[in-house]
């Protein structure tokens, strides 16, 4: 089992920025790919960003791309999200989420471990 706990959020004005950790702990403390995924009130949980076991390979969502910088200690066994030029829509609660094993992944099927999330509020 891999348990993560996410923190970081806050509310910040549109413009702002704001750096969310993952921290996971347990038997799989390094787990393979990582990811963030976020749901706004009444929407689906979309994905954001995941980033690969040794950080060489990530991917973004159009809406975060160029805005929010995935990155990892895996000696601290520690994701991060820098999130920069936040914007109102990019209010939600923010999950991280592991794989055991296995390449990055867009679907949040993919992902066998998940934390308890943390909110992000953008005021306009």
């Known amino acids: 089992q891999v348990k993560l706990v996410e923190s970081g959020g806050g509310l910040v004005q549109a413009g702002g920025s704001l750096k969310l950790s993952c921290v996971a702990s347990?038997?799989?403390?390094?787990?393979?790919?990582m990811g963030w995924f976020r749901q706004a009130p009444g929407k689906e949980r979309e994905f954001v960003v995941t980033?690969?076991?040794?950080?060489?390979?990530?991917y973004y969502a159009d809406s975060v791309k160029g805005r929010f910088t995935v990155s990892r200690d895996n000696a601290e066994n520690t994701m991060y999200l820098q999130m920069n030029s936040l914007k109102p829509e990019d209010t939600a609660v923010y999950y991280c989420?592991?794989?055991?094993?296995?390449?990055?992944?867009?679907?949040?099927?993919?992902?066998?471990?998940w934390g308890q999330g943390t909110q992000v509020t953008v005021s306009s």
């Open positions: 989420a592991a794989r055991r094993w296995g390449a990055t992944s867009t679907s949040d099927k993919a992902y066998q471990y």
């Open positions: 347990g038997e799989a403390a390094s787990p393979d790919a």
């Open positions: 980033i690969s076991w040794s950080g060489g390979s990530t």
